[in-house]
């Protein structure tokens, strides 16, 4: 999942969502440095990343991406459920997504000063670009993996990762369907036990 899928599986608690939202920029022991809901935060993201890594629907689809993509497609495939998830919205929020990412925005940006600076440097071009949203369409995917290959330290392709994508539009879509519902409950079942 990318930034989308990481905020929709956090649940309801701000904390946890602030975790969940800056953990790729925290690393090691830095994590002690915040306060515990968001410590948290950033240990859910870090599951839902592990689980996604070896769930079999997402090892399936990754190898589809590897000949094209080598060892990008795990980054490619988490681009892709975002955007299933942003363009089937409906089926799993009933907040609109418009509005829900703008009160994502809007929770964020006050603790942008506590945020590490790579975060902080992201999260305006983030707003100003409405990232959340923008994934729904292909034109806004085609933007976040292009901006994504210009920052790849190595050639990475990924700017043609949209057109594989419709190339294979109704597999990867079904894979979501499926893959969504297992990520669902296993957030459930670790909010349930990590949060008491």
């Known amino acids: 999942m990318n930034f989308l899928g990481h905020i929709f599986l956090s649940g309801e608690e701000e904390e946890i969502i602030l975790g969940n939202f800056i953990a790729d920029s925290v690393k090691g022991r830095k994590k002690l440095e915040y ?3 968001v410590v948290k935060g950033i240990q859910l993201h870090r599951a839902i990343d592990s689980f996604t890594d070896h769930h079999p629907i997402v090892v399936q689809g990754v190898r589809r991406l590897n000949k094209d993509f080598g060892h990008y497609g795990t980054v490619i495939i988490d681009m892709y459920n975002d955007h299933f998830l942003a363009s089937l919205w409906r089926d799993y929020h009933q907040v609109p997504l418009e509005r829900f990412s703008l009160e994502i925005y809007a929770m964020l940006l006050p603790h942008l000063p ?3 600076e790579r975060t902080q ?23 976040a993996l292009k901006g994504m290959a210009s920052r790849a330290k190595f050639e990475s392709g ?15 879509k079904a894979e979501f369907k499926l893959f969504m519902p297992d990520i669902m409950a296993y957030c459930d079942d670790w909010r349930k036990v990590n949060l008491k």
């Open 35 to 37: 306060a515990p809901g």
């Open 114 to 116: 506590m945020m590490p």
């Open 121 to 143: 440097r992201m999260l305006p071009y983030m707003i100003q670009g409405n990232w959340l949203t923008a994934y729904a369409g292909m034109d806004g995917l085609r933007r």
């Open 158 to 172: 990924m700017e043609g990762a949209t057109d594989f994508l419709i190339n294979h539009y109704e597999e990867y």
